[in-house]
C-alpha cells in the first residue's frame, strides 16, 4: 500500500539553524511527492514538488529512490517558517492525494 | 477568485444529530476531495469526487457518512447520527478538470464538535 510516514510530530529548532523535515515513502513505482505547509490561521497550500526541483522559500527537498525519502531541508531557519509541514504522495493512477502526520515546525529566536 | 469555499467553519452538534458540511470549489475547478483531521492526527483522506460522481470513496466510512458533488451547487459530505469521535476538522480541497499534478487548492476547514 501506498503510504507517507513523518517520524517527528514536532521539531524545534533556533532562528538561523539548519532544518530538515523527514519523510519516507513506501511505493514499488516512481513516486510523485510533494510538501505542502500551514502556517498559522491560513489555509493549506502547496510549498514544493519533487518534479519541478525548485526551491520555494529556501526550501528544497530530494527524491532519494535508495533510501525511499524525501527530505525537505533549508540551510537556516526563520521564525516565519514556523508551521505544519505536510509530506504528500500523489496518486497518478487514483488521482488521489495521501498525506503524513505532519511535522510542526517551531524555530525559536 | 474567492478559493475554496467551506461552510459552516464550526459546527457544534449533540450525539445522534446530523452534520453537513459544504464546500464550494474554486471556479472552474471541478474535483473535490474531503480529508478529515482528528486532533493530534494528519489528514485522512476521505473521498474523491467529481460533478456527481464519487471517483474514490475509500476513505470513508461504511457507516453514517455520505457525500455528493451534484451538477449544480456545492459538495456536500454528510454525517448522519454523529458520535463524539466524529469531532474533527474536515478539510475540502478542489483541483481543475484537467489536470493530475497532485496540487490541491484547500478550504480554511470545518470544525465539528460533537457534544
Known amino acids: 500500500a501506498q503510504r507517507v510516514t513523518q517520524p517527528e510530530k514536532l521539531l524545534s529548532v533556533f532562528k538561523g539553524a539548519p532544518v530538515e523535515l523527514k519523510c519516507n515513502y513506501s511505493y514499488s513505482g516512481s513516486p510523485e511527492l510533494f510538501w505542502y505547509v500551514q502556517y498559522s490561521r491560513q489555509r493549506l497550500q502547496l510549498l514544493l514538488r519533487?518534479?519541478s526541483r525548485e526551491s520555494i522559500k529556501g526550501f528544497t527537498a530530494d527524491l532519494n529512490k535508495g533510501e525511499t525519502s524525501f527530505h525537505l531541508k533549508k540551510p537556516f531557519a526563520q521564525e516565519e517558517d514556523s508551521a505544519m509541514y505536510y509530506c504528500?504522495?500523489?496518486?497518478?493512477?487514483?488521482?488521489?492525494?495521501?498525506f503524513g502526520q505532519g511535522t510542526t515546525l517551531q524555530v525559536k529566536p | 477568485n474567492a478559493g475554496v469555499m467551506q461552510n459552516p467553519r464550526h459546527l457544534v452538534r449533540r450525539r445522534g444529530q446530523e452534520a453537513r458540511l459544504r464546500c464550494s470549489p474554486m471556479?472552474?475547478?471541478?474535483?473535490v476531495y474531503w480529508y478529515r483531521q482528528l486532533p493530534e492526527e494528519g489528514l485522512k483522506f476521505m473521498v474523491y469526487l467529481q460533478k456527481e460522481n464519487i471517483i474514490d470513496e475509500s476513505g470513508m466510512p461504511k457507516e453514517r457518512f455520505s457525500a455528493e458533488f451534484p451538477k449544480e451547487g456545492p459538495s456536500i459530505l454528510r454525517i448522519q447520527q454523529v458520535v463524539r469521535g466524529d469531532s474533527a476538522a474536515y478539510f475540502c480541497?478542489?483541483?481543475?478538470?484537467?489536470?493530475?499534478?497532485?496540487?490541491?487548492?484547500f478550504g480554511e476547514g470545518s470544525r465539528l464538535t460533537v457534544l
Open positions: 480541497a478542489s483541483s481543475p478538470p484537467v489536470q493530475n499534478t497532485g496540487e490541491l487548492f
Open positions: 471556479k472552474g475547478h471541478s474535483h
Open positions: 504528500a504522495f500523489h496518486s497518478s493512477n487514483t488521482g488521489k492525494l495521501i
Open positions: 519533487h518534479i
